[in-house]
């Protein structure tokens, strides 16, 4: 079973509008921590916001912010007030663990979003 | 803060030759580092992880004498592709985690690996 979850494959937003990303997640590890990385055409993955399962309020970083409802193990990522240079690929990411001292890092398949003008 | 350089950035190289990449942490010391793979259009697979000073755990079905793997100092992994083929190109990624906090991954920017 898929343990990161992004139903997206691509979304287009209107530039200045807000734009939420999905991530679903399943884990049995009481504690874990959920990522959003963003990987522009150039390859490069630029962290954006982290959210920790003891998190008790949702993470926010500028113009991002994480919908985390962890009864519903989604950890959604919202784009407000769009920007052109926000086009590129999306990606959700959770650490579990430690198992044998490491902690594990798992991906979603991505989602790419297209800004227009 | 947290910034991961990887070097080359790209590289071509004939079939049968090896190549290594570098992954170091500028400004942090990481404890651990991360090797994924990339194919175009879809998610990073890793491939390795590596803990400074002890060999590095492969996942399954990467193979641990193609992909050398060498976590020499805090700041300092490298990966070498032995007797690289044309089916080894691809987009190469490293990450480090410094052990503390929120132990988020940060990134390198990446090796384009062309094999001829």
């Known amino acids: 079973a898929q343990k990161i979850t992004q139903t997206q494959p691509g979304m287009f937003v209107q530039e200045k509008e807000a734009v939420t990303l999905d991530c679903t997640y399943d884990t049995s590890d009481p504690s874990y921590g959920l990522f959003w990385y963003k990987q522009p055409s150039s390859g490069e993955m630029i962290f954006l916001i982290y959210?920790?399962?003891?998190?008790?309020q949702n993470a926010t970083e500028g113009r991002y912010s994480l919908n985390f409802q962890k009864a519903r193990k989604s950890a959604n990522l919202v784009i407000s007030a769009s920007q052109l240079g926000d086009s590129a690929m999306y990606f959700c990411?959770?650490?579990?663990?430690?198992?044998?001292?490491?902690?594990?890092?798992?991906f979603g398949t991505g989602t790419r979003l297209k800004v227009l003008a | 803060g947290a910034v991961v350089s990887q070097h080359p950035s790209w590289v071509i190289c004939k079939s049968g030759t090896s190549v290594k990449i570098e992954c170091r942490s500028l400004d942090f010391q990481a404890t651990t580092m991360f090797w994924y793979r990339q194919f175009p259009k879809q998610s990073l697979m890793l491939m390795a992880t590596s803990n400074e000073g002890s060999k590095a755990t492969y996942e399954q079905g990467v193979e641990k004498d193609k992909f050398l793997i060498n976590h020499a100092s805090l700041t300092l992994s490298t990966l070498t592709v032995t007797s690289a083929h044309p089916e080894d190109s691809s987009f190469y990624i490293c990450s480090a985690t410094s052990g503390l906090g929120t132990d988020t991954q940060y990134f390198g920017p990446g090796t384009r690996l062309t094999v001829l």
């Open positions: 990411a959770m650490r579990e663990g430690p198992s044998s001292g490491t902690y594990k890092y798992i």
């Open positions: 959210q920790g399962s003891y998190d008790q």
